[in-house]
């Protein structure tokens, strides 16, 4: 279901198609990664959102004003909620999921979680792509587009001071990619730890070269997804 390259530095998420998988199953201490495209899953997610997502999801995906937006909420809800139904056994329809407690308040308005919390699930969505992730411990995902060259500067401050030296170091043609790579394996890494972005994102090293930084308790890989984006995911050891 999901496999590494030669070098190892990289995971291979398996591509959603409809209808996906009637049975999963989550190999211990591995992260399985699903790929959704959306312009692929589209026509399939429309058709059976009404009888997949519930009435929160359904009222939220209608607040999105851009089509484009809505189709990827929809894709990966609906791609969501067949996987979970995949892994325990239930229809999409009758999984739960609840709200961690907030790691600053208490309040439940963390991140998605199960009840019991036997299994472990991370959802992340750029335009046309989304990476879903589960395991059997904590974990994290993350797929961003290529950040544009002009927006680096503005981003500084979110890397940590070695990532930042590690930018400057490098030609200007090569940091989009560079700063793309660093950028999704903070957001996994963070939001494997369930704090997201509440947590200031400079204070963790995680490396802009090839191969990843490991938080101390973590594990940290790349995934090969569609030239233009970079991903990665975080797995709790």
Not at 27 to 46: E, F, I
Not at 158 to 184: G, N
Not at 189 to 218: C, F, I, M, R, T
């Amino acid at each position: 279901m999901v496999t590494a390259t030669a070098d190892g530095r990289l995971l291979v998420p398996r591509r959603l198609t409809d209808p996906g998988p009637a049975r999963a199953v989550v190999v211990p201490a591995s992260p399985q990664l699903w790929l959704v495209d959306t312009s692929a899953y589209r026509a399939h997610a429309a058709r059976h959102a009404p009888g997949t997502l519930d009435a929160q999801e359904l009222a939220r995906a209608a607040e999105f004003a851009r089509a484009a937006d809505r189709d990827g909420y929809v894709c990966a809800h609906v791609a969501l909620r067949r996987l979970l139904g995949a892994y325990l056994g239930l229809a999409p329809r009758e999984v739960t999921v609840e709200r961690a407690p907030c790691s600053h308040c208490d309040e439940p308005h963390g991140r998605p979680v199960l009840p019991g919390g036997a299994l472990h699930f991370s959802l992340s969505h750029c335009t046309g792509l989304s990476l879903l992730a589960f395991a059997d411990a904590p974990v994290g995902v993350d797929v961003e587009e290529l950040v544009a060259p002009g927006l680096i500067a503005d981003t500084a401050d979110v890397l940590h001071p070695r990532e930042a030296a590690e930018l400057a170091a490098l030609p200007a043609e090569e940091r989009p990619v560079a700063f793309t790579r660093v950028w999704t394996r903070k957001e996994a890494y963070l939001k494997g730890l369930g704090v997201g972005l509440s947590e200031n994102p400079a204070a963790d090293y995680v490396g802009s070269g090839h191969a990843p930084a490991q938080p101390p308790g973590w594990s940290l890989t790349d995934v090969r997804v569609p030239e233009g984006h970079r991903a990665a995911v975080a797995l709790r050891r």
